[in-house]
């Protein structure tokens, strides 16, 4: 599910940043230094199609972390501490430490072999249903971000 709607949300932001990259007065003479700059855009959303890091930006865009830290299990140590009080900083590190485990955890399962090394990261067994709980609102908020984007940004 955050795989399938990660590809609108990085399309969506590429985008945003390239338009406003466009919308500059050095667009109407553009240098070689504008032009590195606009590619510089597409390079960095290119490495945005790695798995960690499109759930990354998928659960930024997506995801209110106030609605999550009630439901987030123990072992997302970040995630539990905040607070309506918590510094922006802190709030975007508490949805990286949640898309850092969604994405081990999803690679733990998907890669079970003897030779995977764990990363340290993912969802202890012991909290897996109470992970499972917060993935539903995670997909709940992906799937509400996703009916309210224009049909034309939407990839499917």
């Known amino acids: 599910m955050i795989e399938y709607v990660s590809q609108t949300v990085i399309r969506k932001d590429l985008i945003e940043k390239t338009v406003s990259k466009l919308s500059s007065l050095r667009a109407l003479t ?3 230094n504008y032009i590195l700059e606009l590619w510089k855009i597409y390079e960095e959303h290119k490495n945005l199609r790695k798995d960690y890091l499109a759930f990354k930006i998928t659960i930024e865009t997506c995801c209110d972390v ?7 299990p123990n072992f997302l140590k970040k995630t539990k501490k905040i607070t309506i009080q918590s510094s922006l900083e802190d709030q975007k590190k508490a949805l990286e430490e949640i898309a850092s485990s969604i994405s081990s955890t999803r690679n733990m399962f998907a890669h079970a072999k003897t030779n995977y090394d764990l ?7 012991k909290y897996l249903h109470e992970f499972i709980k917060l993935m539903e609102i995670i997909s709940q ?12 940004i939407r990839i499917i």
């Open 141 to 152: 908020q992906i799937i509400r971000w996703f009916s309210r984007q224009q049909e034309d």
């Open 66 to 72: 106030f609605e999550l830290v009630s439901v987030a």
């Open 30 to 32: 553009p240098d070689a």
């Open 119 to 125: 990363k340290g990261d993912e969802c202890p067994m």
